[in-house]
């Protein structure tokens, strides 16, 4: 990103619609893909594969296969879940489905999830999920999210539940209690935006947020569903009631990104439709979500969505957007629309008059974990030092983790805020206790002072050792 360069990859496995997120010692893991042919012996039926990004080498690593093929799957802290089963308690949509597509075509049903070793890549067998079973047809990329309380949040569809994962079957956390339905159905290609907020002690109770969706399951269409957005409290005893708000225009295909200071950004997407389409002019969807918006959980609720910058450019399907260590936000994609340019989006914490902090050290000098150049690596329920200059005090120390982004779904995200003891120009700050929490990877560490941020420095946060590079034999460049 400094010198605006990109590089190309030669993938021999059809990689389109698959599932990324990130292993422990930061490798990049992606699972499934498309089952098309393109070229012979150079693009093929990438379903069933999984694969290695490693940022050290720059290389793609072929390193399992799955029991049965994954088309827009999901993963998170290391579960895959899948899409497309064959039977249905969801509401009736109002548009006939597509006739292309794995949503139409039965060959493709995998209501299964399968649990992937992270030091060796092994894979449990494929067993059934009946939430995925109970939302056919609208359940592909469902939503999954690591629980503090140890299960995971799951979102297929309208319908929510919290899970307890094991190679032997999944069962409902009872702790966690009822989840409420949502209005619309939301994940592809219905496709609303998703995360959870940020976590903070001492009780880390964890709330999620979706915003836009449609129930209208035809192009050129938008529900009255598509211009809300939904938070509710997942947390065990919780009241899981849904608190509503109205969008500034209905969304589609939005990405949300958590910035530094616990706002929402939102941008991306359409204002009628689907996701979906074969290619340049061909897309399900039309009028494109040009602006974007900030949601701030700390203003009365009914006040707390605003507008922000016009990008001018239409972003639809394969469009995406993430944080980057400055704390801006790149957007990038758009199928559709042929888009090949990015932009990065600038928030408002960084027009202030107020003067930025800056990250001097972290635990007193920046040093390598395993083979990934990273400024300091932690232990949970560790104390670490952070010096910092160009203030005198600090408001917020937090986490960002580093995400997969495809499709909307913004795999692992989350942000943790840290409990510490500050003095001028040092701040001595508690890690995150336990794996539920914070799943071990890189993070980004990002320092306040009157809700600016600092330049992000990466942390390594892992449960023992160091992070080492996990086995692989198959390059490609």
């Not at 299964?112 to 056919?136: D, E, G, H, V």
């Not at 690591?146 to 032997?168: E, H, K, R």
């Not at 239409?314 to 090949?340: C, I, K, M, P, Q």
């Not at 510490?420 to 560490?445: D, F, R």
Request: some cysteine.
């Amino acid at each position: 990103m400094t010198d605006n360069t990109f590089r190309p990859f030669h993938i021999t496995e059809h990689p389109f619609c698959s599932a990324q997120t990130l292993l422990p010692n930061g490798q990049g893991i992606i699972v499934g893909g498309d089952p098309l042919n393109l070229i012979e012996g150079f693009l093929t039926n990438g379903l069933q594969t999984v694969r290695v990004f490693d940022p050290a080498t720059q290389t793609y690593q072929v390193v399992g296969e799955m029991e049965r093929g994954r088309w827009y799957p999901s993963e998170a802290g290391g579960w895959a879940a899948d899409e497309s089963p064959s039977t249905t308690s969801q509401p009736t949509v109002k548009c006939a489905p597509n006739t292309g597509g794995s949503i139409a075509d039965p060959s493709y049903d995998n209501p299964t999830y399968q649990i992937m070793s992270s030091t060796n890549y092994s894979l449990s067998p494929a067993l059934t999920l009946t939430i995925l079973l109970q939302s056919w047809p609208i359940n592909s990329y469902p939503f999954l999210a690591q629980l503090p309380q140890g299960s995971v949040l799951i979102i297929a569809g309208s319908l929510m539940d919290t899970l307890l994962f094991g190679v032997d079957g999944a069962s409902r956390d009872n702790s966690t209690g009822m989840l409420p339905t949502l209005p619309v159905p939301v994940n592809y290609p219905m496709s609303a935006a998703f995360t959870l907020m940020p976590l903070q002690g001492p009780d880390y109770n964890a709330s999620a947020f979706v915003a836009g969706g449609n129930d209208e399951y035809c192009a050129n269409a938008m529900s009255a569903g598509g211009s809300k957005s939904w938070l509710f409290d997942v947390s065990p005893g919780a009241d899981h009631s849904l608190i509503e708000e109205a969008l500034s225009f209905p969304r589609v295909m939005g990405e949300m990104t958590l910035l530094p200071d616990g706002r929402v950004f939102l941008c991306n997407g359409a204002q009628v439709g689907i996701a979906g389409g074969a290619g340049p002019n061909e897309d399900d969807a039309s009028n494109g979500a040009t602006i974007g918006e900030i949601y701030d959980p700390s203003k009365p609720v009914g006040q707390r969505w605003s507008q922000v910058a016009d990008s001018m450019i239409w972003r639809l399907y394969h469009s995406e957007a993430f944080l980057t260590s400055n704390a801006e936000v790149f957007v990038s994609g758009s199928e559709s629309t042929d888009e090949h340019r990015v932009q990065i989006y600038t928030p408002d914490y960084l027009y202030t008059s107020n003067p930025r902090p800056v990250i001097t050290a972290v635990n007193g000098s920046a040093q390598t974990a395993g083979v990934y150049d990273v400024d300091a690596q932690v232990g949970y329920s560790q104390n670490f030092t952070i010096g910092f200059s160009g203030v005198t005090t600090l408001d917020r120390v937090v986490f960002n983790r580093l995400v997969g982004s495809t499709h909307g779904v913004h795999a692992d995200q989350r942000q943790i805020v840290l409990d510490c003891s500050v003095t001028t120009g040092t701040a001595i700050c508690s890690s995150p206790p336990n794996n539920y929490i914070a799943p071990p990877g890189v993070y980004m560490l990002f320092v306040l002072n009157q809700g600016v941020p600092s330049r992000a420095k990466y942390i390594s946060l892992q449960l023992a050792g160091t992070m080492t590079k996990l086995p692989a034999t198959a390059t490609a460049g």
